[in-house]
């Protein structure tokens, strides 16, 4: 925040008497040794150091312009979330870039949060294409999307599902709809066993949502509704191609 601040800054005319570039890299590269060291504290301090230098550059900034631009201006009240934002308040600021990016807790221990937006996707059962897409903002309760998903896979093909299959992320779900809807569970227990091998089936999906985060770049915050929808045409566009190739090679 304070690299960005200093450069547009001085972009728009501006002298800064001290940009703190060599000091704020030292703090950040110290910063990193005392947390791989287990020094906490002393990590902590370094932290503190760079929030004050941040302060100093912005009431610098504020001094010498009394009406900012309009990319100063937003940049400075980024500036200001930063600066106040403690560690366990909600709506906190992860990128200065896209200030709206959300931490979403992904629950598993190789990966435990991941910063984005929550985008829900429905795929069909045979062929995994995207029948449906939407994103959602503020980092929702999974359960809580089931409804508007729903809604949305309705209106693009009709009332054409019967079945939904869903991990367990969605118990307690706000769907009410005519379609049933099947929780994955760990053991099979008395599931019969052809609804125990669809429900195994519901797995499938996880690629079709790592192709387009890692393809399509499903991504940012900036238009996500528009890239989730986009990313998933592109993926069933992309199946259609290679059916279609695959027939006339055939052929």
């Not at 294409?129 to 998903?149: A, I, M, N, R």
């Not at 053991?187 to 890692?214: D, F, N, Y």
Request: hydrophobic share 35%; with cysteine; net charge positive.
């Amino acid at each position: 925040m304070r690299e960005r601040l200093v450069k547009t800054a001085r972009v728009e005319g501006l002298t800064i008497k001290q940009s703190y570039e060599h000091v704020g890299r030292r703090l950040l590269m110290q910063s990193s040794r005392y947390v791989h060291a287990r020094q906490m504290k002393r990590a902590r301090a370094c932290t503190r150091k760079l929030k004050t230098l941040l302060g100093h550059i912005v009431r610098e900034i504020e001094r010498h312009i009394e009406e900012p631009s309009e990319r100063l201006a937003k940049l400075l009240e980024v500036a200001h979330r930063i600066h106040a934002q403690q560690k366990h308040d909600k709506n906190k600021i992860y990128s200065v870039h896209e200030p709206e990016v959300q931490c979403i807790a992904k629950g598993k221990s190789g990966k435990q949060h991941e910063f984005g937006n929550k985008v829900s996707v429905a795929v069909s059962s045979r062929g995994g294409w995207f029948v449906g897409t939407k994103s959602f903002t503020g980092s929702p309760y999974d359960g809580h999307t089931l409804d508007e998903q729903m809604k949305q896979v309705d209106h693009l093909i009709g009332s054409r599902v019967s079945e939904v299959h869903v991990d367990m992320g969605y118990r307690g779900h706000d769907y009410d709809g005519e379609a049933t809807v099947h929780i994955n569970k760990r053991r099979r227990g008395r599931t019969s066993r052809a609804l125990w091998r669809w429900m195994k089936r519901r797995a499938a999906v996880e690629p079709s949502i790592g192709h387009p985060k890692s393809e399509h770049r499903l991504k940012g915050v900036a238009g996500d509704a528009i890239n989730a929808i986009q990313a998933a045409a592109a993926m069933n566009f992309h199946k259609l191609l290679g059916a279609c190739g695959a027939f006339f090679c055939a052929a």
